[in-house]
């Protein structure tokens, strides 16, 4: 065992060298504490897998319950959804597509000890507008599957993509509905249910799982435990379809006038809000979330100066009485 440990931990040295160059990167985690968040998962049901998928006799993963999925991350209470375990989660409202990522899945992870290396635990994710018709995000894993990763070893997350689990603690792996656009049966602007569904790790042919490219997909495993498989935190919903007055996300964008687009830094971006939005907050953040600029309004103009700000793409979160909407602004 310590020499097979030995192995894996020298193999996953190597691949963060040849991991270093996908084009994965630049995808970055969102902190629970984020603004970026408008709201949390209310509701969940859970089908428990397995400790131990080819050892029935161990029986199901027990830690934790569904409760523990609902609301905002917090990094300690989680379900473990066990090998190839699943749960569905719903939300007050739906979520619906907008600029930049939609919603956020939050597990337990930790740093290895080793530099890039962590211990993930991965899932499949999926969401439905019907409540019955799942479809699933295009996941990529690039992670070695030479030697098995067992639960004493580390994986490089930059290798990995469209798979939940891919951050530590407290920090959310995002998702895009923008990547399932015009996948029939599927309206990204009416997302009522997420399923997350534990990746079984394992390299056996005979229970392997595999990413959207057919490789299969290594993490830790086995791990015998009640905390076995996928420990699901939470899902944050960062652009959400509320359900009163004028609220509907598409009739706010087509309401609220926002310009020059794309803007320069010498440039002052104005936006315009119609008396029928009272509109109460207005605030810029970066990609990840992180709070840049924020100014309560009170007024139909605003004019913000963007010297303040680096080139760049940034969010532009507008918060109402009835509604929250994000949109997309490039300074150049």
């Known amino acids: 065992m310590i020499i097979k440990n030995i192995a894996a931990f020298i193999f996953c040295l190597q691949s963060t060298f040849l991991l270093a160059q996908v084009p994965f990167g630049h995808e970055k985690a969102i902190y629970k504490d984020s603004s970026i968040f408008v709201s949390w ?3 969940c049901t859970v089908d428990r897998g397995f400790q131990n998928i080819s050892d029935s006799f161990l029986g199901l993963a027990s830690t934790g319950d569904s409760s523990l999925a609902i609301g905002k991350a917090d990094g300690n209470g989680v379900v473990s959804l066990g090998d190839a375990g699943a749960a569905i989660l719903s939300f007050q409202s739906p979520i619906t597509n907008g600029a930049g ?13 080793v530099d890039s290396l962590f211990f993930l635990e991965l899932a499949f994710v999926e969401v439905s507008s019907d409540g019955q018709h799942y479809f699933r995000f ?6 070695d599957t030479i030697i098995q990763i067992d639960n004493a070893s580390g994986i490089n997350p930059k290798g990995i993509n469209n798979l939940a ?14 990547e399932l656009k015009n996948t029939p049966g599927l309206d990204i602007n009416n997302i009522t249910n997420i399923k997350v569904i534990d990746v079984v790790g394992s390299l056996d042919n005979s229970i392997a799982r595999k990413d959207a490219s057919g490789r299969k997909i290594n993490d830790p495993w086995p791990t015998p435990f009640p905390s076995s498989g996928f420990d699901l ?3 944050g919903v960062i652009h959400q379809k509320w359900q009163s007055g004028i609220s509907d996300i598409k009739n706010v964008n087509e309401l609220i006038k926002i310009f020059p687009i794309p803007a320069k830094s010498v440039d002052e971006l104005h936006i315009i809000f119609p008396e029928s939005l009272n509109v109460s907050e207005v605030q810029i953040l970066d990609l990840t979330g992180k709070l ?5 309004n009170t007024s139909l ?8 700000f680096d080139k760049g793409i940034y969010l532009l979160k507008i918060t109402g009485l009835d509604f929250v909407t994000v949109k997309k602004i490039i300074i150049e």
Do not use: C, R
């Not at 990522?101 to 000890?113: I, K, P, R, T």
């Open 101 to 113: 990522y939609d919603f956020a899945v939050f597990e337990n992870g930790f740093s290895f000890g």
């Open 165 to 178: 689990g891919k951050y530590s603690v407290n920090y959310g792996t995002p998702f895009d509905l923008d």
């Open 41 to 43: 998962a209310t509701g």
């Open 233 to 235: 935190d939470a899902i």
């Open 138 to 143: 295009h996941s990529t894993s690039l992670t």
């Open 292 to 296: 840049l600029w924020m100014q309560p």
């Open 301 to 308: 103009n605003l004019t913000i100066g963007l010297s303040q």
